[in-house]
């Protein structure tokens, strides 16, 4: 039986990934950053997966306004890096499982949710990001990638609620899995900013970080928010915080098991326009 090791947490932002790319990290803006994930490298070295179950968002590069799938399973061979206008990230390929996705979109389709099944897509740096702060810069990735894409981008958006539900279809489909896998999933995207308009520029400490304990101690009362507070108080892409509600779901703490250990918690602002929040759960 396949099983649910961990989750993770974080943020992504494209000027993290050109950072990493244009040897930068080290620099006096981005030191402070990088040195908060540098505990969780490690913690990656030590507590390597079998398989990472990455939710993760795409801002119009595999998907356009002409298609929005809400949830959509990658259940690909390989996935490359999408080129987001100064050509592909310089980082490995992707290499996904699609045994296990095709597993896991069977059994979540069964359990009523309807996912868009993703045969080919290349991936932007709402995957990329979060697999580089976590992983360094490696020859390759460490594990195969399950990238499950979820709309945050175009309106209407999935509710909190409806995401926290995923999570628990997705861990009943990983744990009926007949194949002793680890599985680690990972919620990413947010915390508070805002890209666009008057707010532009929007970081919101108190929201984030009340996010943030919620998320670990009461996840389903955050569960409950609605879709509206977070675009009122993080700003019209902190909408994408959403995101972590799946991986959340999918703990076992959420089934009736026992609290999860947290393993690390992070918060910084900013990188480009954008408050960094990151945060390890491991399951007991
Ligand atoms: C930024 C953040 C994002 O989440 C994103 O998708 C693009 C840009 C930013 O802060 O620059
Ligand atoms: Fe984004």
Request: proline share 8%; glycine share 8%; hydrophobic share 40%.
């Amino acid at each position: 039986m396949a099983k649910i090791t961990a989750s993770v947490y974080t943020s992504h932002v494209p000027a993290i990934g050109a950072a990493i790319d244009l040897g930068k990290t080290q620099e006096p803006y981005w030191q402070p950053l990088f040195a908060g994930y540098e505990p969780s490298k490690q913690w990656m070295k030590d507590n390597k997966p079998d398989v990472i179950f990455l939710v993760f968002n795409d801002h119009a590069t595999a998907f356009s306004l002409d298609m929005i799938p809400t949830f959509a399973i990658g259940t690909a061979a390989e996935y490359q890096p999408a080129d987001e206008g100064w050509g592909p990230r310089p980082v490995p390929k992707v290499i996904g499982h699609p045994e296990l996705a095709a597993h896991i979109a069977q059994s979540v389709i069964q359990q009523d949710f309807d996912l868009t099944i993703v045969n080919k897509m290349d991936v932007d740096h709402g995957l990329t990001v979060p697999l580089s702060l976590m992983c360094g810069q490696p020859e390759a990735w460490p594990c195969p990638v399950i990238p499950f894409a979820v709309n945050v981008v175009q309106y209407p958006v999935p509710s909190g609620r409806r995401c926290f539900e995923l999570g628990k279809a997705i861990r009943k489909a990983i744990e009926s899995f007949d194949q002793p896998l680890k599985v680690q999933i990972w919620g990413t995207g947010g915390m508070s900013h805002q890209l666009q308009g008057a707010r532009a520029g929007l970081i919101n400490k108190d929201f984030d970080n009340q996010f943030l304990d919620r998320l670990i101690a009461d996840p389903a009362a955050q569960a409950d928010q609605p879709h509206i507070d977070y675009v009122r108080e993080a700003g019209s892409e902190g909408i994408e915080l959403v995101m972590w509600l799946i991986a959340r779901g999918a703990m076992s703490d959420v089934a009736g098991g026992p609290a999860p250990t947290l393993k690390h918690r992070f918060y910084h602002v900013p990188a480009s326009n954008t408050a960094v929040g990151h945060l390890i759960l491991e399951n007991n």
